[in-house]
């Protein structure tokens, strides 16, 4: 089969796609003016259908008013949050070597590109965080007596999102607290679709799964060692090793750290392909990296298959403390354990309503919500930046323009909007200075 097939068929797709762009506009249907138009190399689709139902939906001003409140509270808090980690990262960039340095594809959140979103799961949650953080903007929009001059789809090749187009001048006229009542409205769309979905995924998970037993969850065996010789593989639990318990990753460590070559250790797993707990005994060989040390040949995931579920269902309990746990949480992805698939759902079994079904299907549906509460987190806090043209770059330069109006009483507020909107290009330099600091430094030392 062809290695480069998947490649070979984008390419296809990007230059069919081109060529309809390309027809489209040689015959006149394609233009700004048009129901089809450009946003960089995204097709636009535009309609005035389903405006009416923003309005019913907006007609609620004082409730939409106060959660619009809330949203500008939350993206003020994201915007200080995500600029003191970038300050952060930059110092930390000092201590980086070349080979440790971020890759620029991890700084793309985009499926396919970023090497940690997988590219289903990371295309259904981005499509929904995108489409239901524009009709927020469109509800709180009309809210505000702020018109909506038409509605769409997102096209690169296939849907990649939606898009709600404000009247600029009515938002340009409106009062600096509507205005940012609407720029925020997206932020906290994202924010709330995080919270719906995280605790959609803890309560399915907290329901209907659990461990095949309380130990470490083997990701790997490598070939030619006593695992592989006693027919051990990824999936099986190892909850004993010389009738020493190992519950956690680190008394599994320190049980091995106690053997030497050569010694004939018990060994107690849960065989995931028998599906029952197995004793026995192996001989363990040298270890090829610790001296005096005995080597059984496994590697174990970093989160034991208990841990993994309460990382899942409550972060904040983990043992580890709630931090910690958070942490856990947010880096599944680097640690190879979400989504969960392959021999990982091997560590567990289903109960409650979906006792005795497959496996499969239910970690296809648990992995969606992972990725939809992921994917809405990363858009919020990145809509937060103080960066033209996301929602945050129109936020600071109108928090700057209100701190301006109290010290300098006596700017008009052609002077106060000139201010704030160099201000807010200077943010939007400064941070994405910081954005390509963490890649290029490291190289440069």
Do not use: C
Request: no cysteine.
């Amino acid at each position: 089969m062809d290695p480069y097939l998947g490649y070979e068929i984008a390419i296809a797709l990007i230059a069919v796609y081109g060529a309809v762009l390309y027809g489209l506009y040689r015959s006149g249907r394609l233009g700004p003016d048009r129901a089809l138009s450009l946003m960089g190399p995204a097709l636009m689709t535009k309609t005035q259908r389903g405006r009416s139902l923003l309005d019913r939906w907006g007609r609620f001003r004082r409730f939409w008013s106060v959660v619009a409140d809330l949203g500008i509270v939350l993206a003020a808090i994201s915007m200080v949050t995500i600029v003191v980690l970038l300050l952060l990262g930059a110092v930390a960039s000092f201590r980086l070597s070349p080979s440790q340095a971020p890759s620029v594809t991890e700084a793309v959140g985009l499926p396919g590109i970023n090497p940690i979103i997988p590219l289903g799961y990371g295309i259904v949650a981005l499509v929904v965080g995108i489409v239901l953080h524009e009709l927020m903007h469109g509800i709180i929009a009309r809210s505000q007596k702020i018109g909506v001059k038409s509605l769409g789809i997102l096209w690169f090749v296939v849907p990649i999102g939606a898009f709600v187009e404000q009247d600029d001048k009515e938002m340009l006229a409106a009062p600096r607290r509507q205005r940012d009542r609407v720029a925020a409205a997206g932020v906290l769309a994202n924010f709330a679709l995080t919270v719906v979905f995280f605790f959609a995924l803890s309560g399915l998970v907290a329901v209907s799964v659990q461990p095949n037993a309380i130990g470490v969850g083997i990701a790997y065996v490598e070939p030619n060692t006593p695992a592989a010789n006693l027919s051990l593989s990824a999936g099986d639990i190892i909850t004993a090793v010389n009738s020493t318990s190992t519950p956690t990753t680190a008394l599994f460590e320190a049980a091995l750290a106690n053997t030497t070559p050569g010694e004939s250790v018990s060994l107690v797993y849960y065989d995931a392909g028998l599906g029952h707990s197995v004793t026995t005994t192996v001989v363990l060989t040298k270890s090829p990296t610790v001296k005096g040390r005995g080597f059984l040949g496994v590697g174990v995931d970093s989160l034991t298959p208990a841990e993994l579920k309460q990382v899942l269902v409550w972060p904040a309990g983990s043992d580890q403390g709630p931090l910690v746990g958070t942490l856990d949480w947010l880096v599944l992805p680097l640690a190879s354990l979400e989504p969960v698939s392959g021999s990982t759902t091997s560590y567990y079994h289903l109960t409650g309503p979906f006792a005795g079904t497959g496996t499969s299907a239910f970690w296809v549906g648990a992995n969606i919500l992972y990725w939809l509460a992921w994917i809405n987190l990363l858009l919020g806090l990145s809509n937060s930046l103080p960066l033209y043209p996301l929602d945050g770059g129109w936020l600071f330069r109108d928090f700057v323009a209100s701190v301006a109006a109290r010290v300098k009483k006596a700017w008009t507020e052609a002077e106060l909007d000139r201010f704030a909107g160099r201000a807010a290009t200077l943010s939007s330099l400064l941070v994405l200075l910081l954005l390509v600091w963490q890649f290029v430094v490291p190289r440069l030392l």
